[in-house]
C-alpha cells in the first residue's frame, strides 16, 4: 500500500498538556478529516509533521521520505496552511505571491490565476482588505498553486460563508479525482467531512482513539433515545456519553449492544458519535 503521509509514534509533553503516540497513515489520493475537540492536539500534531513543533519523539514519513531528511524536498510536494497567518497587511497580494513562487520549482501560473478566479481574489488587494475567510481562500491558492501532491490543511472552512465552503469542497474532491492529491485537514464542522472524506482520525486528549474509514466507524455506532423522565437503572456499561434533552435522554451506543426496549436506535452522524464521545470529560 501507498502512503502520502505515516505518522509514527510523535509525542510532545507541555506543562498542561501531553500529545501521546500520534500514529496514523494516510492513502494516496484520499480525503482524510482530522477531528477532535479543541484543545485536543489537532494543530500540535499538524504543526509536529514539519517541525514547527518540535516533537519529543517520533517523525512524520511523507511518500516514504523522512522529513528530518529530506525537509526541502518534502515541501515542494505539499501544500500546508495554518489557521491564523498574518501576510504583510500592506503588501498587495501579488506581491507577497511573487516572494512565495519563489521557493516552487513547480509553480503554475496558470493554477493560481484558475484559483484566484474561482475565490474572487484580486492580486491588487492587500490582506488588510480581505475578511478572515477571504485570507483562508488566499492561503489555499498559495498552496494549490505548485502542484502540490499532499494537503495539509487547518481548520480550511473556517470563517467561509456556505457557499465559499461549499465551493472548496467541489476543488477538494476535484483534486482527488482528477490529481490524485491526498488532503488532510482539520475540521469542527462535521457535515463538511460527511460530504467529502473517505477516513478520518480522530484524536482525544491527545491520543488518537480512532483512524479509519469514516462510514465503517460511522455504521458502528447508534443514537440511541429514551423518552423518560427518570433515567432507566443499568444502562451505565452500554450506553456511552448519556445526555439530558427536552424529550428524556439520548446517548450513544454500539450496534452490536444489547439494549432494553425502552431505547429507540436511529442511524448515528459523525457529529452525534463526538458529542455523545466527548460528554464524558464534562
Same mark, same amino acid.
Given at each position: 500500500?501507498?502512503?502520502?503521509?505515516?505518522?509514527?509514534?510523535?509525542?510532545?509533553?507541555?506543562?498542561?498538556?501531553?500529545?501521546?503516540?500520534?500514529?496514523?497513515?494516510?492513502?494516496?489520493?484520499?480525503?482524510?478529516?482530522?477531528?477532535?475537540?479543541?484543545?485536543?492536539?489537532?494543530?500540535?500534531?499538524?504543526?509536529? =509533521?514539519?517541525? @514547527?513543533?518540535? $516533537?519529543? +519523539? /517520533?517523525?512524520?514519513?511523507?511518500?516514504?521520505?523522512?522529513?528530518? %531528511?529530506?525537509? #526541502?524536498?518534502?515541501?515542494?510536494?505539499?501544500?500546508?496552511?495554518?489557521?491564523?497567518?498574518?501576510?504583510?497587511?500592506?503588501?498587495?497580494?501579488?506581491?507577497?505571491?511573487?516572494?512565495?513562487?519563489?521557493?516552487?520549482?513547480?509553480?503554475?501560473?496558470?493554477?493560481?490565476?484558475?484559483?484566484?478566479?474561482?475565490?474572487?481574489?484580486?492580486?491588487?488587494?492587500?490582506?488588510?482588505?480581505?475578511?478572515?475567510?477571504?485570507?483562508?481562500?488566499?492561503?489555499?491558492?498559495?498552496?494549490?498553486?505548485?502542484?502540490?501532491? =499532499?494537503?495539509? @490543511?487547518?481548520? $480550511?472552512? +473556517? /470563517?467561509?460563508?456556505?457557499?465559499?465552503?461549499?465551493?472548496?469542497? %467541489?476543488?477538494? #474532491?476535484?483534486?482527488?479525482?482528477?490529481?490524485?492529491?491526498?488532503?488532510?485537514?482539520?475540521?469542527?464542522?462535521?457535515?463538511?467531512?460527511?460530504?467529502?472524506?473517505?477516513?478520518?482520525?480522530?484524536?482525544?486528549?491527545?491520543?488518537?482513539?480512532?483512524?479509519?474509514?469514516?462510514?465503517?466507524?460511522?455504521?458502528?455506532?447508534?443514537?440511541?433515545?429514551?423518552?423518560?423522565?427518570?433515567?432507566?437503572?443499568?444502562?451505565?456499561?452500554?450506553?456511552?456519553?448519556?445526555?439530558?434533552?427536552?424529550?428524556?435522554?439520548?446517548?450513544?451506543?454500539?450496534?452490536?449492544?444489547?439494549?432494553?426496549?425502552?431505547?429507540?436506535?436511529?442511524?448515528?452522524?459523525?457529529?452525534?458519535?463526538?458529542?455523545?464521545?466527548?460528554?464524558?470529560?464534562?
Amino acid at each position: 500500500m501507498s502512503y502520502a503521509l505515516e505518522v509514527k509514534g510523535i509525542s510532545k509533553k507541555y506543562p498542561s498538556f501531553e500529545l501521546r503516540d500520534v500514529s496514523f497513515a494516510l492513502e494516496e489520493g484520499k480525503i482524510v478529516g482530522f477531528i477532535g475537540r479543541n484543545g485536543a492536539g489537532k494543530t500540535t500534531t499538524l504543526k509536529s =509533521l514539519v517541525n @514547527l513543533v518540535h $516533537p519529543d +519523539s /517520533g517523525e512524520a514519513f511523507f511518500f516514504g521520505r523522512s522529513f528530518k %531528511d529530506h525537509e #526541502l524536498e518534502i515541501k515542494q510536494d505539499i501544500g500546508f496552511v495554518l489557521g491564523g497567518i498574518d501576510y504583510y497587511p500592506m503588501k498587495r497580494l501579488g506581491t507577497i505571491t511573487n516572494v512565495t513562487k519563489a521557493f516552487y520549482e513547480n509553480w503554475d501560473e496558470a493554477v493560481y490565476q484558475k484559483y484566484m478566479k474561482l475565490f474572487r481574489l484580486v492580486d491588487s488587494k492587500t490582506p488588510k482588505e480581505l475578511s478572515d475567510g477571504m485570507k483562508v481562500k488566499y492561503s489555499l491558492v498559495l498552496a494549490l498553486s505548485h502542484h502540490a501532491r =499532499l494537503l495539509i @490543511l487547518d481548520e $480550511p472552512t +473556517s /470563517g467561509l460563508d456556505p457557499v465559499s465552503r461549499d465551493e472548496l469542497l %467541489d476543488v477538494f #474532491l476535484k483534486l482527488v479525482d482528477e490529481e490524485a492529491v491526498t488532503i488532510l485537514f482539520s475540521t469542527h464542522i462535521t457535515s463538511d467531512l460527511e460530504r467529502c472524506a473517505d477516513d478520518i482520525v480522530y484524536i482525544k486528549d491527545g491520543s488518537i482513539i480512532e483512524a479509519g474509514d469514516m462510514d465503517e466507524y460511522i455504521s458502528r455506532h447508534c443514537l440511541v433515545q429514551i423518552e423518560s423522565k427518570q433515567l432507566p437503572e443499568n444502562l451505565d456499561d452500554v450506553l456511552i456519553g448519556i445526555k439530558k434533552n427536552r424529550n428524556g435522554w439520548s446517548a450513544l451506543a454500539f450496534r452490536t449492544s444489547s439494549l432494553p426496549e425502552c431505547c429507540k436506535t436511529s442511524d448515528a452522524t459523525l457529529q452525534d458519535i463526538m458529542v455523545h464521545l466527548e460528554k464524558e470529560e464534562l
